[in-house]
């Protein structure tokens, strides 16, 4: 973990009192030497004399001119700035606001409050730490991600300093709203509105686009409709010419080259690192009395999932063994889903050595991020559920911190999951949930409402990372007379095909 000292302040002060200490060296300095020529040296001045040429035996009219050399390399923002557009509320606030129309099955205004952290978490049980714990909503990254960048300590009001644009438009929200029953005009509408407004903007022409960014909260595959048929899902805003020319930041990413996934938001948002660490500690301590645990429904109407099979196996490990080796938290729908409850979650995960994490609707989970929060050791069963995925937050060697075993192979029962986790000797199992407890830090979002920042690297500060790296990348390649257009935004078939890690 890494403790991050307030660069801006921190500088400034320094350049300036830096700068303070020089001038009165110099001012010394040259009073000395005009005594030298009277040939009047005090003991004091003696003294200053001795101090400045053992420090530094410089002429004194050289010292201005390096001090301000010096702090004009400084500039702690300097490749870092980022510029937030000042969008019209409908692609933002407005969503929001209309919180009821959302998502068509859940009301999700509950979870609007706190800048979209959701409200505090009643633990009565004493199962997570004191503080900092929300009812965080999994498709509500968007308001999280913007508030956490008010707080970004490079921002700039002058477009032409900043290194990239960040598009604060709810991409998510909007498609959310129209993902059922609605024709595809009306899901297309804003989105195409979006394109239009941004590439209407004097800073789209200096890279047309490829220095801005867009956050996604709903996974990539909603906003990638091929054919304006109103049978087909989502809405087309990432295939739009415009978008092609950015970079799309979001919980899970399709194989197209200008998306890059993030975590999704999980339910602990501290922000210093005392909370982070005391955390990290009490899941190193745990002591987990289930080898394995699936929280999740089966879809019993995809023949392709095999969650099915693995609820099967989760119930023949518990009645095969005289320990409990598996827990199961079968979701339901209704009032008493306790998958809803945050307590019930990290509870289960923080009793289990392994947490089995296969593909839902899509190829990622939530869930993924709850059990790292809980120092349990995720099983894959799809490369797209992660490796290919959380690149900038997840080791790529991943055999050190999960398990992977192939989806084919729970199919055709082939493997027995208990029989196989139980064969990963206790070394290295530890070694796994070390480098998990490790990952905490920089998978969570840290609570944009406290004053001042965040003492630690979070999701937030990871994701800038890469996007001003993709995009420093993409500005070398344009300087030296590149097309920008190679490779930005691709269909690669390989995007998704398990990474090798010998
Ligand atoms: C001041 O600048 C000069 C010329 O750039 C350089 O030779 C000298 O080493 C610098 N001195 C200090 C103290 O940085
Ligand atoms: C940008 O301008 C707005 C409105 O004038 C101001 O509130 C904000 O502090 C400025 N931000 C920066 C980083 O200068
Ligand atoms: C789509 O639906 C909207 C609102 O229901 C309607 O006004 C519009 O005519 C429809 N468009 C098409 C092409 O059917
Ligand atoms: C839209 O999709 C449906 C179902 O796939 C198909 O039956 C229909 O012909 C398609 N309509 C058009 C205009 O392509
Ligand atoms: C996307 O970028 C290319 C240059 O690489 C430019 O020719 C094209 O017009 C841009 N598209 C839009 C919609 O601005
Ligand atoms: C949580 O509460 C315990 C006891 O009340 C206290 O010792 C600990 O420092 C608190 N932790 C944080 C992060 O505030
Ligand atoms: C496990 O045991 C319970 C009761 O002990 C039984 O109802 C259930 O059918 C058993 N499951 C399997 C998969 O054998
Ligand atoms: C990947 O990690 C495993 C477990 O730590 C280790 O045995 C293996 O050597 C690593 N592979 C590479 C290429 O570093």
């Not at 009001?157 to 644009?165: K, Q, V």
């Amino acid at each position: 973990m890494e403790k991050k000292p307030n660069l801006i302040k921190k500088a400034n002060g320094q350049s300036m009192s830096t700068f303070i200490f020089f001038f009165l060296i110099c001012f010394i300095v040259l009073l000395l030497h005009f005594f030298d020529f009277g040939g009047a040296k005090s003991g004091v001045s003696s003294l200053f004399i001795s101090y400045y040429h053992s420090q530094d035996d410089v002429p004194a009219r050289s010292c201005v001119l390096n001090v301000t050399d010096e702090s004009s390399n400084v500039d702690p923002c300097s490749g870092r700035y980022i510029y937030v557009h000042n969008l019209p509320q409908r692609f933002n606030d407005d969503l929001l606001k209309n919180c009821r129309a959302i998502a068509k099955w859940n009301d999700v205004c509950w979870f609007v409050s706190n800048s979209g952290l959701g409200p505090k978490v009643e633990d009565p049980r004493g199962i997570l730490s004191n503080g900092s714990w929300y009812s965080t909503y999994q498709f509500f990254l968007e308001p999280i991600f913007r508030a956490r960048m008010k707080q970004y300590r490079c921002l700039t009001n002058d477009s032409s300093l900043a290194s990239a644009i960040y598009v604060p438009f709810y991409a998510g929200l909007d498609v959310g709203r129209h993902l059922w029953g609605y024709n595809v005009s009306v899901r297309d509408a804003l989105a195409h509105e979006l394109a239009q407004w941004v590439s209407a903007r004097p800073e789209w022409k200096r890279m047309w686009g490829r220095d801005h960014f867009v956050v996604g909260g709903r996974i990539s595959w909603d906003y990638r409709r091929n054919i304006d048929n109103d049978s087909e899902w989502g809405n087309n805003f990432m295939n739009l010419p415009e978008s092609k020319n950015m970079t799309l930041l979001s919980i899970e990413s399709t194989l197209w080259t200008n998306e890059f996934a993030i975590p999704y938001p999980t339910y602990f948002h501290p922000s210093t690192i005392l909370e982070v660490s005391q955390w990290q500690e009490r899941m190193r301590n745990q002591n987990r009395k289930y080898l394995f645990s699936f929280v999740g429904a089966p879809r019993p109407k995809s023949k392709e999932s095999i969650r099915s099979n693995l609820v099967e196996q989760c119930s023949q490990a518990s009645n095969s063994s005289s320990t409990d080796t598996c827990f199961l938290l079968a979701c339901r729908s209704g009032k008493n889903n306790k998958c809803n409850d945050p307590c019930e979650i990290i509870r289960v995960f923080q009793n289990s050595v392994f947490c089995l994490q296969p593909p839902g609707d899509s190829h990622t989970r939530r869930s993924t991020f709850d059990s790292i929060l809980a120092g349990c050791i995720p099983v894959f069963f799809h490369p797209g559920s992660a490796y290919v995925q959380y690149l900038w937050y997840f080791p790529s060697n991943y055999t050190k911190y999960s398990v992977y075993i192939p989806e084919e192979d729970v199919r055709s029962r082939r493997v027995n999951i208990g029989h196989r986790l139980m064969s990963i000797s206790s070394i290295e199992v530890e070694a796994m949930r070390e480098e998990v407890i490790g990952m905490i830090p920089r998978i969570v979002y840290a609570n944009p409402r406290n004053d001042g920042l965040p003492e630690f690297e979070d999701a937030f500060d990871v994701a800038i990372k890469g996007v001003l790296g993709r995009i420093e990348a993409i500005r070398r390649r344009i300087s030296q007379g590149e097309d920008p257009s190679v490779g930005f935004s691709d269909w690669d078939s390989r995007k998704f095909d398990l990474p090798s890690v010998v």
